[in-house]
Every structure is written in structure tokens, then in C-alpha cells.
């Protein structure tokens, strides 16, 4: 593999360049988004099938799966949960996860979708939604500060996408984007929903959502 990343070296250093610095975003963030600054030219050449190939080997000896959807716009490295389980999160992240898949499918369901199949809710919305959703499961609600921290944190695994702040209105918008049917998958979905619905689930941590590898090879890899 080293005389690989050698040779594209030799051949085309712009290149390599673009492929360190996306090895770089994705061992930082986990996923990279076309719509964030600099994250197009890294997913461009994530999109080469010579590139895509040499990056996911690179991934795999590290127990890790390479997943680049074009058509959403995104490309991230999801465990491989035979090689290295299930990695963690807290409860409260796992269910600020929830709450946006619940709302993105709400705005797919209503027919508002914004390219690379991304919904638009606002900060206030979506806190108003959590609000109900954990009164239900009879569990603390987060105040709005910490709320946003965890959205911050979503944001910054390119998962969502936090707008500018509307200082009249005290709000801001957040786009969330299509990959969080991938990362919160339908069997996830479903689990974290039985939890919730009896109320049986841990205070620390949970399993964090993975997508199925063998539902992978049936998408668009580009």
C-alpha cells in the first residue's frame, strides 16, 4: 500500500496532496460533505475509482469502511463491527441523533428536500421536537444550550449544517443532511425506539449507529 501512495506521489503530487488532506478530514470529522468550504476537491478525487480503491484499503487495515455517496454529496468512514465493534455514545448524543433522522424523514415525507436530499429545520423547531420527544420518554430534558453543543458536534462531523444566527428572531436554521439515514439506520432506528417506548435504556452510553456493510453494496459507491 505504501509503494501505492509512493507511485501517486511521483505521478501526480496536486493529487496526493488532495488525498492526504481527505485522509485527513475524514480520520478528524468522519464524513466530509460536498457543500462544506474546501470539501468538494477532496471529494472529487475521493470519486476516482483509482483513488477510492487506494484510500479504502488504507481505511480497512484500521478495522474502518470507506462509503462515498455522489449523489448525496458525501463520502465517511463507518467501523466495521466485526473487526472492531461498536463504538460509543452518550444517550443524550444518540438521541439528538434520533430526533434529526426523525425530522429529516418528516421533510422527505413532505416533500421538502433540498439538493443532495437534505431537509431545513431551525434550532427552535428542532429543540421544541426534542423537548416533546424525551417529555414522552419520561427522561430530562437538556437545556437549550447544551441542545445546541450537541447539534455543534453533528455539525462538525458534517452530519447537519448549522446556518448563521437570525439575532431578531434568536434562531437558526440547520440543514440536515441525507447521510443520517446512514449513519442512523433503520434497524438503529427501530431499536432506539423500543428503549425509549419502555424506557429501558442506559444513563452513560449506547451503542453508537453503523450502517449495515451489506445494505452498502447495494447503494450507489461511487
Avoid: C
Avoid at 6 to 33: G, K, N, W, Y
Avoid at 43 to 55: N, S
Avoid at 88 to 115: H, S, Y
Amino acid at each position: 500500500m505504501l509503494s501505492e501512495f509512493q507511485t501517486l506521489e511521483a505521478r501526480d503530487p496536486r493529487r496526493m496532496h488532495r488525498v492526504t488532506q481527505a485522509i485527513s478530514q475524514l480520520l478528524r470529522h468522519q464524513f466530509l460533505h460536498v457543500q462544506d468550504r474546501g470539501s468538494s476537491a477532496l471529494l472529487e478525487v475521493l470519486l476516482r475509482p483509482d483513488v477510492e480503491r487506494l484510500v479504502a484499503d488504507y481505511f480497512e487495515v484500521a478495522g474502518y469502511r470507506l462509503v462515498v455517496r455522489e449523489s448525496e454529496g458525501w463520502a465517511g468512514i463507518l467501523p466495521d463491527t466485526e473487526q472492531i465493534g461498536h463504538p460509543r455514545m452518550r444517550i443524550d448524543e444518540t438521541l439528538v441523533l434520533l430526533l434529526f433522522r426523525r425530522l429529516w424523514e418528516e421533510g422527505i415525507q413532505e416533500g421538502d428536500v433540498e439538493r443532495y436530499g437534505s431537509v431545513m429545520v431551525t434550532l427552535n423547531a428542532a429543540y421544541d421536537a426534542y423537548q416533546d420527544m424525551v417529555a414522552r420518554a419520561r427522561r430530562a430534558t437538556l437545556g437549550i444550550n447544551e441542545f445546541k453543543a450537541l447539534v455543534t458536534a453533528l455539525d462538525r462531523r458534517a452530519i447537519v449544517h448549522m446556518g448563521d444566527i437570525d439575532e431578531e428572531l434568536e434562531d437558526m436554521p440547520i440543514t440536515i443532511r441525507a447521510l443520517i439515514a446512514t449513519v442512523a439506520g433503520e434497524e438503529f432506528m427501530a431499536h432506539l425506539e423500543q428503549l425509549l417506548a419502555g424506557g429501558d435504556y442506559q444513563e452513560s452510553e449506547t451503542e453508537e449507529p453503523v450502517i449495515d456493510l451489506d445494505d452498502a453494496d447495494e447503494e450507489e459507491v461511487a
